[in-house]
């Protein structure tokens, strides 16, 4: 009787540290598991913009979309980029001139005008083709590339550089693209979500850090520049901003508003 008391009491002790080390052990994992996971904010609603003047007649001339002439989904790819500061209501004096409703629009209407401006910047700088690439031979821009150490090439849609990589951190990687040809879509620079990625931050530094005006002698693209050819080049593709920038949608509706009306003609676009 003993020994089978013995026994039962062996067991018993036993099956007790099995649970107290299980316990422990499902204790230990709860104590080093991490902080409970964050959703993602959600993607802000986004909104095709209308075609500019360039792209409405290259889809007459059957450009090839997203090759020879702008895809409507990069709309997508400027909108989700464009940094609250570039959004608010203060944000409606420097676009003026070509979004007067600006600061009455709500945020996904100014996000659209915002995909359209960069469209427009795109046909006036590279003809809306994603795989532009140019080599300019003017003193004051033949310079050396820090990164690429050769001679600055301006290249996409934007007509941007590798440098832009280290001064306004964009996602360009020139040791992956210095192995595939010059204008292979596949290089970072010329992909054009990167492109316009890019783009926002730079333009965010003009409008935003430096606070100058969207028209400026200071802007990083020659067609922001008042008085040059290429300014008039971007007031003409201007002339498509979408209605809700001229038109309260509330009010009659009038449709797409004619060409050239938030806008200067081309014979008066000096000054800022």
Known sequence: MRILERLRLHAAGSAGVLVVGAGLMLGGCREESGPPAVAAA???EVKEAPATPIAEKKAELGAEVGTETWDPAWDKYVEEALPKEMLADQMGTKVRRFCPRFSKMNEVDRRQFWAYFFQALAGAEAGLKPTADVRHTQPEVAVKDDVTKRMVRSQGL???TYMDSDR????????ADKKLPERDPGRTILQPKNNLACGVKILENQVVTQNRPLVSG???WGPLHPGWATYRTFVREMANTPAVCRVDP?????????KGAAVETASNVGGK
Request: aromatic fraction near 16%.
């Open 42 to 44: 959600p993607k802000p």
């Open 158 to 160: 934007l007509q941007l």
């Open 168 to 175: 306004y951190g964009c996602d360009f990687d020139w040791d």
């Open 218 to 220: 200071k802007s990083y």
């Open 250 to 258: 509330a009010g009659p509706k009038k449709g797409r508003a004619g």
